[in-house]
């Protein structure tokens, strides 16, 4: 039995097909990395040298890394707390308040700062940037950091109150080093985030290496400066991952024990109940409130005729357009690469997995600026077209579909594909009849993911698209470049109602992750 059970297992591995698959795609991530390296050697030390220690690229440095190392903690703080909060306390509305706070993630950092610059239009600099990014991104902090506040043994907390601490005490003590993983994994997705995002800061004119990149682009194509403008931001996201990976450690954090999961006993707040719910609603406020306002008065002001019904038409059609088949690609190319992590713990796994994350973490206009040099170099028939505008997407969001798809293969139970196989099928019809069908529902909401994504991105569509792509984002972006914040308004009203179904998948979805 043990051996025909090894054999079956043998058989039930990735086969030569999807390795082949896995290494091409591994191959397609590391182009960015190639494109950089190689304009560097082709550039030369001398003048890499001078063009890398030089006054504006310290000016960059400083303002990015400042970016980074003050929003990151306001983030972690404003985050945490506001978790802390709604599932230890006994503040008002706990019910609403979860499902409220993931909800600027619905609303694109470049929206937001349309928002905020509409509001008050002397906003600008490196207070403004970390405003903005904080109010766009401490969701990706809060989420982690509430599902993990609902999965952890109460026990332990009453047991610290009941010894005398109090509740600080015991949120430092106790509850804090227990958030470590979503302290890192949140933090790294923020400075991530600000390391490649460009319209955001652009709008209020704070220069970062994404905004210069895209403007030395615009005043000379492929130009030495930008890339080593780039070769530097890269260098920064690389340095941050290793970071991360490094403070991460080994350490792990779980419940080790049966016994049934409780809610743990909420902190009564007593008098400080009102300035508590105040500062929720302040945060709503700032988060949601602000940006939302002002697509409600500019389309007020606006009226009837900033809607342009077949303009905005095309421009929802093409954005569904490339936004369904790139969810469809990156979600197809995620099978074999989730098929190998899971079914397979050597070390070539883990590599096919990594390097995926590792080419994501790269900001959008890298990428693009690696393949529209490719593309003109050795493939000028896919320069400015749809392929090349896929593949920029499926470079960038594949870890979004990887996370989802081999979340479904893990799932799985290898007894039913060893019993199909048994009774005669193929390979590959096991895996039509049995393994595509359990992960079908994880796979779809990988998709989803993936899809709006793609709908809100940005910098590589306006690099990549083709002459006469007029997405939902470049029609918002050019509206609001030329000032004309009321003709923007539908297009960025649009964008966030297409955020909202999955924004409420992620955080049911951290819910189920927690046993709720």
Known sequence: MAVRTAVAARALRPGP???????????????????????????????????????????LLRNTVSLVVITVPVCLVLGIGLAWIVERTDVPGTAWWGPIFAAPLAVPAFVNSYGWVSAFPSLNGLWAGVLIATVSYFPLVYLPAAATLRR????????????????????????????????????LLISLHLLAEYGAFAMIRFSTFTTAIFEQYQSSFAGAAGSTLAGVLVVLCLVLLAGEAAARGNARYARIGSGVPRAATRVRLGINKIPVFLLLTAALVAALGVPLWTIIRWLRIGGAKVWVMDDIGESLGQTIGLAATAAVVTTLCAFPVAWIAVRSTSRFARIIEGANYITSSLPGIVIALALVTVSIRWLPALYQTAATVLAAYTLMFLPR????????????????????????????????????RLTAPAAASAAAMVFVAVATELTATLLLAPNGTRTLAMRFWSLSGELD???????????????VPVTYLLFTQSRKAAGL
């Open 152 to 187: 952890l043994d109460p026990a332990v907390e009453e047991s610290a109150r009941a010894l005398g601490s109090g509740p600080i005490a015991v949120f430092v003590r106790i509850v804090l080093p227990q958030l470590r993983l979503a302290i890192l994994g949140g933090g």
């Open 485 to 499: 914040y009321a003709a923007a308004a539908p297009y960025a009203l649009i964008m966030i109602l297409a955020a």
């Open 17 to 59: 097909l999807v390795t082949t698959v896995a290494l091409l795609l591994v191959a397609a991530t590391f182009v960015p990395l190639g494109y950089i390296v190689s304009t560097l050697f082709s550039t030369g030390f001398h003048e890499t040298a001078q063009l890398v220690f030089r006054p504006r690229v310290g000016e």
């Open 401 to 436: 579909a990887l996370v989802g798809v081999r979340a479904g293969f893990a799932q799985v139970p290898i007894g039913l594909e060893e019993v199909s196989q048994a009774l005669g099928k193929s390979r590959p019809v096991t895996f039509l009849l049995v393994t595509l």
